[in-house]
T-cell receptor, first 115, second 111 residues
Framework: GAGVSQSPSNKVTEKGKDVELRCDPISGHTALYWYRQSLGQGLEFLIYFQGNSAPDKSGLPSDRFSAERTGGSVSTLTIQRTQQEDSAVYLC?????????????FGEGSRLTVL | GENVEQHPSTLSVQEGDSAVIKCTYSDSASNYFPWYKQELGKRPQLIIDIRSNVGEKKDQRIAVTLNKTAKHFSLHITETQPEDSAVYFCAASINAGKSTFGDGTTLTVKP
């Protein structure tokens, strides 16, 4: 597709279960971000991948959160042992990531509800 | 790391009035400053950006100004319309590095 694709769009899970959220960035984009947005709140940075460099994981809120990016393209955000406070919209974004900065293209997000 | 502060957190204006949102950044090396608009239930989308080699940029009713010395930049919306109601985010980055976002401003334009 032409844009950033995220799946699932909605996920309802029980407390304590693990979830995986997927992001397909725009083809050719080397930079990929994950953000978390709680209802009515701002964009909370989680993790940033840039090319083959080590990811910036400084925003991950706990060791229950992890993310990987395979082959420099698709990324998966995994939340283990989910808690109710993990409920939020998880947004993925990608950019060209070249030396000349450019806009971030966001996906529609994955809405996670932990019961 | 970079820290971006955005004010005000909420802004209510009458249709036709102007709206101004301000952001400050901490890292003097930052050189790219985009603004994103997020309508209710939708994804953030870029509306305007400015690079550090210019002081002002306009696109129809919106403009952005940058003061590198003071490390702040502002979004100006003139002749506001109800469809301008949304959450606006500013951001800062160094070249293609990590974008750091402000906390957002909820703009309400009253008809």
């Amino acid at each position: 597709g032409a844009g950033v694709s995220q799946s699932p769009s909605n996920k309802v899970t029980e407390k304590g279960k693990d979830v995986e959220l997927r992001c397909d960035p725009i083809s050719g984009h080397t930079a990929l971000y994950w953000y978390r947005q709680s209802l009515g709140q701002g964009l909370e940075f989680l993790i940033y991948f840039q090319g083959n460099s080590a990811p910036d994981k400084s925003g991950l809120p706990s060791d229950r959160f992890s993310a990987e990016r395979t082959g420099g393209s698709v990324s998966t955000l995994t939340i283990q042992r989910t808690q109710q406070e993990d409920s939020a919209v998880y947004l993925c974004a990608s950019s060209l990531g070249t030396a000349y900065p450019g806009e971030l293209f966001f996906g529609e997000g994955s809405r996670l509800t932990v019961l | 790391g970079e820290n971006v502060e955005q004010h005000p957190s909420t802004l209510s204006v009458q249709e036709g009035d102007s709206a101004v949102i301000k952001c400050t950044y901490s890292d003097s090396a930052s050189n790219y400053f985009p603004w994103y608009k997020q309508e209710l239930g939708k994804r953030p989308q870029l509306i305007i950006d400015i690079r550090s080699n210019v002081g002002e940029k306009k696109d129809q009713r919106i403009a952005v100004t940058l003061n590198k010395t003071a490390k702040h930049f502002s979004l100006h919306i003139t002749e506001t319309q109800p469809e301008d109601s949304a959450v606006y985010f500013c951001a800062a980055s160094i070249n293609a590095g990590k974008s750091t976002f402000g906390d957002g401003t909820t703009l309400t334009v009253k008809p």
